[in-house]
């Protein structure tokens, strides 16, 4: 079954402190994986996005990681601000026009000044 | 601007009471998808459009609808809402295939009494 796991579930941090989000996956066959990042009430915005070649992908504070052996992305962001404060989605594309798009439920992260 | 937009917002309706969803984007983007969110759970696809009268259905399309008569218009259709269709929606748009980027509009909140 395609699943897309994501932790910690929730997470609160102090702002200028580094965190690090975690998604693991099993979807196949594997297309891409992208993070978006979902303020509250609001559509999703894509951070990153990373086909099975790529291992790293970075957008400004945001570095993605993706290790397509283990099947695991990592989602670390550099120097918090409280405009980081939502929730963060991994998302993985399966089969060759990505159509299928699985969804983890996010982590909430929480940046407290 | 480039932009998905949806109508309405909000909505409060009652159990049976056909009602659409609207969905229109202006970046001339031939992919389309429909989304639910769920607390707790992670967006999961209702249906998606890959051009102008072709649609498929994605993981949960019981109790939907959907039509593709041009390409920037997408509207979802209850025909018969339930309470079980409580959710908050949201349409997309995509560039492409495989390293494509993803637009979604901004949600609309349906309560089904």
């Known amino acids: 079954k395609n699943q897309v796991e994501q932790s910690p579930q929730s997470l609160i941090i102090l702002e200028g402190k580094n965190c690090t989000l975690q998604?693991?996956?099993?979807?196949?066959?594997?297309?891409?994986l992208r993070w978006y990042k979902q303020d509250t009430g609001r559509g999703p915005v894509s951070l990153t996005i990373m086909t099975f070649s790529e291992n790293t992908k970075s957008n400004g504070r945001y570095t993605a990681t993706l290790d397509a052996d283990t099947k695991q992305s990592s989602l670390h962001i550099t120097a918090s601000q409280l405009s980081d404060s939502a929730s963060y989605i991994c998302v993985v594309s399966a089969g060759g026009g990505g159509f299928k798009t699985i969804f983890g439920a996010g982590t909430r992260l929480f940046v407290k000044a | 601007e480039a932009q998905v937009t949806q109508n309405p917002r909000y909505l409060i309706t009652v159990t049976g009471k056909k009602l659409t969803v609207t969905c229109s984007q202006n970046?001339?983007?031939?992919?389309m998808s429909w989304y639910r969110q769920d607390p707790g759970l992670g967006l999961r696809q209702i249906y998606y459009s890959m051009n102008v009268e072709v649609t498929d259905k994605g993981d949960v399309p019981e109790g939907y609808k959907v039509s593709r008569k041009e390409k920037r218009n997408f509207p979802l259709i209850l025909e018969s809402p339930s309470p079980n269709q409580t959710s908050l929606y949201f349409c997309?748009?995509?560039?492409?295939?495989?390293?494509?980027?993803?637009?979604f509009g901004p949600g609309t909140r349906l309560t089904v009494t």
């Open positions: 970046m001339n983007h031939e992919y």
């Open positions: 998604c693991n996956y099993t979807v196949s066959p594997f297309s891409n």
């Open positions: 997309a748009s995509r560039t492409g295939l495989i390293s494509y980027e993803q637009y």
